[in-house]
């Protein structure tokens, strides 16, 4: 596996099927299935680590959002990846940056009522790394179920010309579904963050 931190080094095959897993780190089982289902359509599997701080609302969000880079580099590894992309903050916005993608349709209501540039942050680096990687399939999980269907319409609106699949959610044994700001959780937060699930799992 090769580790790769500018856009300069990016220098991927052209040939066969280039495949995008695109993360925030801080990879757990929930990334495993992404990558697990994307290894054997891929000639070339790139999995990419980048925390966007632009999809942040609050610095202290951005700053106790979890990292750890020497599991990643192992999960990775152990997963298959060919190519990891870990670019630097100045690297996917360096200075003068001033053009943002900013969705509406998908992206409104629901968590941008509550973080309103959130989907402008994530709309945006999904395009850059998409330009970027110029893969022809990129995988997302379906447990951000409207950053998926923004993702989508992004794709569709500006003609990307990629694929995009959904993977189903992963859940730990207790039922909440994986996220790598649950390690963020105290125990009474987890207890309510089950709640939602619980109530959906006696509703079918």
């Known amino acids: 596996m090769r580790t790769v931190r500018t856009i300069a080094e990016l220098d991927l095959p052209r040939h066969g099927v280039v495949g995008l897993v695109p993360t925030m780190g801080a990879l757990h089982a929930g990334h495993t299935a992404l990558l697990r289902a994307a290894r054997p359509d891929c000639d070339v599997l790139v999995a990419s680590i980048f925390v966007n701080p632009a999809q942040f609302s609050q610095n202290g969000d951005l700053a106790a959002y979890p990292r750890d880079p020497q599991g990643d580099l192992a999960l990775a590894e152990a997963e298959g990846v060919d190519v990891l992309f870990v670019p630097g903050v100045t690297e996917m916005y360096p200075p003068g940056f001033a053009t943002w993608v900013d969705p509406a349709g998908a992206a409104e209501g629901l968590e941008s009522a509550h973080r309103p540039q959130h989907f402008r942050g994530v709309a945006t680096v999904c395009l850059k790394l998409l330009n970027i990687v110029r893969p022809q ?21 500006l003609n990307l010309g990629v694929e995009i699949r959904v993977v189903e959610t992963v859940r730990d044994d207790d039922g909440l ?11 009474a937060e987890r207890e309510q963050a089950l709640s939602i699930h619980r109530a959906l799992a006696t509703r079918d």
């Open 177 to 187: 579904a994986l996220s790598s700001r649950n390690s963020l959780l105290s125990p």
């Open 137 to 157: 399939i990129a995988w997302f999980g379906r447990k951000d179920a409207q950053q998926v269907a923004v993702v989508k319409q992004l794709v569709r609106d």
